[in-house]
């Protein structure tokens, strides 16, 4: 089973900007691409982000323009860089590959 453990949450004013990072045991994600959910409590869980094992990237229309998703190889790593953040981007935010999840970090958008 893969492992995958999310980092670089935070709280942040609106209008700020963090990058998460999601790291796995093995190299799934040149195999099989990652995605970045986001959980608020009451709700289903949103897909945010994805990348494809070619690169192809999409976005949910929310985070368009504002956040990019990104993948280094070498270090079996995915980022989500969040940029203009709001406060409805207030979430648990998670990083899926092949039917494995993360523990889950969370952002805290205030003022």
């Known amino acids: 089973q893969v492992r995958l453990v999310e980092s670089g949450g935070g709280s942040v004013q609106p209008g700020g900007s963090l990058r998460l990072s999601c790291v796995a045991s093995t190299s799934i994600f040149s195999i099989v691409g990652a995605n970045w959910y986001r959980q608020v409590p009451g709700k289903e869980r949103e897909l945010v982000a994805s990348?494809?094992?070619?690169?192809?990237?999409n976005y949910a229309d929310s985070v368009q323009g504002r956040f990019s998703i990104s993948r280094d190889n070498a270090r079996n790593t995915v980022y989500l860089q969040m940029n203009s953040l709001k406060p409805e981007d207030t979430a648990v935010y998670y990083c899926?590959?092949?039917?494995?999840w993360g523990q889950g970090t969370q952002v805290t958008v205030s003022s």
């Open positions: 899926w590959s092949d039917n494995n």
């Open positions: 990348i494809t094992r070619f690169g192809t990237r």
